[in-house]
């Protein structure tokens, strides 16, 4: 099947007199004919057994989107920010480091810098232009990952994943992307060389602003056993015993992330919020086409008000900075979000923003109705100067996530605001 395919019929099986559409299956736990068959789910969860980490609802959607992004299986959870926070401590233990590029959203920076830190985790972070000696010298023996973001909110710089991925392997480590921004119809990691994607399903996966969410999804690549990883090749005593990558072959990340993380710390969406997840899912690839055709023509419309604009970041336009590289990983659009610079800083960028009549001014970003955002006071507003710089922002910087309106109505509503 094709992607547009993949995003109506994977995940879940009808048979015959089944519901057409998914059921919400609203149940905290499931009924078995004997003890031994529970038993036996112990050691092969190949059934929702307990809503804490696993149900039939959700289940049908990891399906869907491990088909999406081509890995072999995934693990949903209530937010983004738990779906980074358990793609690390999958990997990590206290006295671990991680490598991530500087260029990451605000709140895997947060996550990184200082919450994992207080558990003992130090994150490095890198230039995602560093060259190799840069690389090299950022590693150290106790480094268990590489962490990017394919199109980076809000700097939008396209991380070359395919380098990352060769430089996080000559190293024996996985390298994990965030790839909330492209979503997997405009591109999908494992292709060039990734081995665990998460995303915040709160932005164009969900698409209508209804219901927050994560995903981590698993390529089945990573050789576990390589020494590296004595979590998985030993036996885990709070899982009777169990040996991941013999237990679970190439399932190995994604069952241990469930049985053992999940398990303990219970971060699994509702029923519920799985199905409004699917229903954003099944028009994914419908609406990303529009979101990309949208904002390129905003873009283009952006270069010509030389007298207001600074500088645009979109990737999808000629001459930005990563054109190159996004016809090599996005090639079918860069999604909907555009940053841009006003010129006379901060102040006349809020003047812009309040002079907005249809976008929106909320904390959101991928909403189907086009809205605001100024990093540097909102999401991004912990980070000092140099860690504005090194994120690739400035206080001019307006970030716009351009939605399916009419783009002739989103681009009026931009003209009046540059006249106020
Ligand atoms: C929003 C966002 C997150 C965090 O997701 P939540 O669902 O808000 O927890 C992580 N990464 C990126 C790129 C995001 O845009």
């Known amino acids: 099947m094709k992607i547009e395919t993949k995003c109506l019929h994977e995940g879940y099986e009808r048979k015959n007199g089944d519901p057409g559409a998914l059921p919400i299956v609203q149940s905290t736990t499931y009924v078995f ?11 092969m969860p190949t059934e929702c057994m307990y809503s804490r980490f696993a149900n039939p609802t959700v289940d049908a959607v990891e399906k869907k989107i491990a088909a999406l992004e081509g890995g072999v299986g995934a693990m949903c959870t209530t ?8 793609s690390v401590l999958n990997l990590c ?3 671990d480091s991680i490598l991530a590029v500087s260029s990451l959203y605000g709140g895997t920076i947060n996550l990184f810098a200082f919450s994992l830190k207080k558990l003992g985790i130090e994150c490095i972070f890198v230039d995602p232009e560093a060259d190799d000696a840069a690389l090299e010298a950022a590693i150290r023996p106790d480094t268990r ?25 000559a190293h024996r480590i996985p390298l994990i992307v965030d790839n909330t921004f492209p979503t997997p119809i405009l591109c999908r990691p494992f292709e060039f060389g990734a081995d665990i994607v998460v995303h915040s399903t709160t932005k164009y996966m969900d698409g209508h ?16 056993a390589n020494g590296n990883f004595p979590d998985f090749t030993e036996p885990d005593e709070s899982y009777h015993g169990v040996v991941y990558t013999q237990a679970f072959g190439n399932m190995a990340y994604i069952i241990k992330a469930r049985m053992q993380l999940m398990r303990d710390f219970g971060c699994y969406p509702a029923a519920n919020s799985a199905f409004l997840l699917n229903l954003g899912l099944e028009t994914l690839a419908v609406r990303m086409e529009r979101y990309c ?3 390129l023509t905003v873009a283009e419309f952006l270069r010509t008000r030389t007298e207001d604009v600074e500088s645009i970041a979109y990737p999808g336009l000629p001459g930005d900075k990563y054109y190159e590289r996004a016809k090599k990983y996005l090639p079918d659009g860069c999604s909907g979000v555009i940053s841009f610079s006003i010129k006379g800083g901060r102040e006349r960028a809020t003047r812009f923003m309040d002079a907005l009549q249809l976008a929106s001014r ?15 006071s909102m999401t991004h507003r912990q980070l ?13 910087m307006i970030r716009l996530s351009v939605g399916l309106e009419n783009v002739d109505d989103i681009i009026a509503d931009l003209e009046q605001a540059f006249g106020a």
């Open 209 to 224: 602003a209804l219901q927050g969410g994560g995903v981590i999804v698993d390529s089945g690549k990573f050789d576990w």
């Open 145 to 169: 990952l590489v962490f990017g973001e394919t199109l980076a909110n809000p700097a939008l710089n396209v991380f070359d994943i395919e380098r990352f991925a060769k430089f996080a392997h």
């Open 362 to 376: 909320e904390v959101h970003v991928a909403d189907i109705r086009t809205c605001v955002l100024h990093p540097a």
């Open 33 to 43: 004919d004997s003890t031994q068959h529970i038993a036996d789910l112990f050691d």
């Open 79 to 86: 937010s983004g920010q738990a779906a980074s926070l358990l």
């Open 384 to 396: 000092t100067d140099e860690q504005l710089v090194a994120a690739g922002i400035d206080a001019g």
């Open 93 to 95: 233990k206290a006295g």
């Open 293 to 295: 055709k949208n904002a």
